[in-house]
C-alpha cells in the first residue's frame, strides 16, 4: 500500500514529535508525503503549518517563533499566525498585508505528551489512551526514530506473536516454542482488541522489567489496533502484577519511511524500575523488530488469507488489520494503490 497515495490516510491524527521537541523553536516533519513546519505558541499549544513561506518559498521551519507569538520566516521575517494567515510584513511599513497571504495550517492538538496532527478533517477523534493521567500509572517517553519501512509492516508485526522465538530469541524469545497461543480478538469501532497469553524467558536482566525471579514467566497481553497505524502493546506480568502498557504510533513519513514514536505507561515506582532502564530494555528489543521490518518489502501485498487457510492461525492479526484497512479504504472509494512489482 503506497500510503501516500490512499487519500483517506489523511483524515486521521498521527502522533509527530515529543511536544519538547518544539521548546528550542519550530521544526519540520513530512507526513504522507507533505512537509510540514510544527511549532509552539507562547500559550503552550502546537500549531502545524504548511512548510514553506507564501513570499519566497523559503521552509517557515528555517524561522523562529516571534516576540508576538507568531512563526517569523527565517529569510525576510514575514510573519503568520496559528490560522497561516501572514500578520507581519517588516519591510512594509503602511502594515499592510497583500490579500491572500496565507500559509495552509492543519489540524493540531497537544495530547499525551506529543504533537498531533491531521491533514484534513479527521474522521475521528485522537485514541483514547485510558492509561494516561490514571492513578498509579507514570508515563515515559522512550523515542521517535525514523524507520525504512512501511506503517502495515509494522502494525502486522505488533501483533504476530510467531516472531517472538526468532526475532528475540536472544532476549525474551523461546526459541524451542514457536508456536504461540491464539489471540481471542474483539473488534471495535477503532480497530480490534486481541488478548492472549505468551510464555517468555525472563533472564536475571529482565528481573525489573517483570518483576519476577522466575527462569520462565508470562505475558498477558491486551493488544489493541487503532485504524489505521496505531497500536497498544497492553502487556500484564500476572506473577508480579506489572503493567507494561506501550502505545506506538507508526507515523507515515512517505511511501517507504516511518517515525516509531514510542511511549510507555508502568504502574510501578522509579526506585523499582528506572527510567533509563525502562528505555534502554524497549529499545534493545524494539530494534530487532527494526532490523528485521527494514529488511521486508514495505509495499508488498501479503496474501495472510490464504496463509491462514492453510494452517497458519498466527497470521491472523495480519489477515484482520488488512481487511480493516482494505474495508476503510472502500467504505471512502479508494482502491489499494502499489507499486508494480
Ligand atoms: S521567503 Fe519568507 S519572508 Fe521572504
Ligand atoms: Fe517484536
Known amino acids: 500500500m503506497l500510503v501516500t497515495k490512499q487519500p483517506v490516510l489523511r483524515r486521521f491524527w498521527y502522533a509527530l514529535l515529543p511536544m519538547t521537541a518544539l521548546d528550542d523553536g519550530p521544526k519540520p516533519f513530512t507526513l504522507l508525503g507533505e512537509a510540514l513546519v510544527l511549532w509552539k505558541r507562547p500559550d503552550g499549544t502546537p500549531v502545524a503549518m504548511r512548510d514553506r513561506c507564501c513570499h519566497r518559498t523559503a521552509k517557515l521551519s528555517k524561522g523562529f517563533v516571534s516576540e508576538d507569538g507568531n512563526i517569523a520566516c527565517g529569510y525576510h521575517g514575514w510573519e503568520y499566525d496559528c490560522s497561516g494567515t501572514c500578520v507581519k510584513i517588516p519591510?512594509?511599513?503602511?502594515?499592510?498585508?497583500?490579500?491572500?497571504?496565507?500559509?495552509?495550517?492543519?489540524?493540531?492538538?497537544?495530547?499525551?505528551?506529543?504533537?498531533?496532527?491531521?491533514?484534513?478533517?479527521?474522521?475521528?477523534?485522537?485514541?483514547?489512551?485510558?492509561?494516561?493521567?490514571?492513578?498509579?500509572?507514570?508515563?515515559?517517553?522512550?523515542?521517535?526514530?525514523?524507520?525504512?519501512?512501511?506503517?502495515?509492516?509494522?502494525?502486522?508485526?505488533?501483533?504476530?506473536?510467531?516472531?517472538?522465538?526468532?526475532?528475540?530469541?536472544?532476549?525474551?524469545g523461546l526459541f524451542d516454542q514457536p508456536q504461540?497461543?491464539?489471540?481471542?480478538?474483539?473488534?471495535?469501532?477503532?480497530?480490534?482488541?486481541?488478548?492472549?497469553?505468551?510464555?517468555?524467558?525472563?533472564?536475571?536482566?529482565?528481573?525489573?522489567?517483570?518483576?519476577?525471579?522466575?527462569?520462565?514467566?508470562?505475558?498477558?497481553l491486551v493488544n489493541r489496533y487503532y485504524l489505521p497505524f496505531?497500536?497498544?502493546?497492553?502487556?500484564?506480568?500476572?506473577?508480579?502484577?506489572?503493567?507494561h502498557i506501550i502505545y506506538n504510533c507508526a507515523t507515515p513519513i512517505d511511501d517507504g519511511r516511518l517515525m516509531l514514536v514510542q511511549w510507555l505507561y508502568r504502574n510501578d515506582s522509579e526506585e523499582h524500575c528506572s527510567t533509563q532502564a525502562l528505555i534502554?530494555?524497549?529499545a534493545a528489543i524494539t530494534a530487532e523488530d527494526r532490523e528485521i521490518l527494514e529488511?521486508?518489502?514495505?509495499?508488498?501485498?501479503?496474501?495472510t488469507r490464504r496463509r491462514v487457510e492453510l494452517h497458519m492461525p498466527s497470521d491472523k492479526p495480519g489477515l484482520v488489520i488488512r481487511r480493516q484497512l482494505?474495508?476503510?479504504l472502500e467504505a471512502h472509494g479508494e482502491s489499494e494503490v502499489f507499486h508494480s512489482h
Open 91 to 172: 519591510q512594509n511599513p503602511s502594515g499592510a498585508i497583500p490579500p491572500g497571504a496565507a500559509v495552509k495550517a492543519y489540524h493540531c492538538q497537544a495530547r499525551y505528551g506529543y504533537a498531533w496532527v491531521a491533514l484534513d478533517d479527521p474522521l475521528q477523534p485522537i485514541p483514547d489512551f485510558p492509561e494516561d493521567g490514571a492513578a498509579g500509572y507514570r508515563r515515559i517517553f522512550q523515542f521517535y526514530e525514523e524507520w525504512q519501512t512501511s506503517p502495515l509492516r509494522v502494525m502486522e508485526n505488533s501483533f504476530d506473536n510467531s516472531h517472538f522465538s526468532f526475532v528475540h530469541k536472544a532476549n525474551f
Open 180 to 220: 504461540p497461543a491464539s489471540y481471542e480478538f474483539r473488534e471495535t469501532d477503532y480497530g480490534f482488541e486481541a488478548e492472549t497469553r505468551v510464555p517468555i524467558r525472563n533472564p536475571e536482566a529482565s528481573f525489573r522489567i517483570t518483576g519476577s525471579t522466575a527462569p520462565i514467566t508470562e505475558r498477558h
Open 230 to 243: 496505531s497500536r497498544r502493546f497492553g502487556c500484564m506480568y500476572p506473577d508480579s502484577g506489572i503493567h
Open 280 to 282: 534502554d530494555w524497549d
Open 295 to 303: 529488511a521486508t518489502d514495505p509495499d508488498a501485498c501479503v496474501d
Open 326 to 328: 482494505l474495508g476503510l
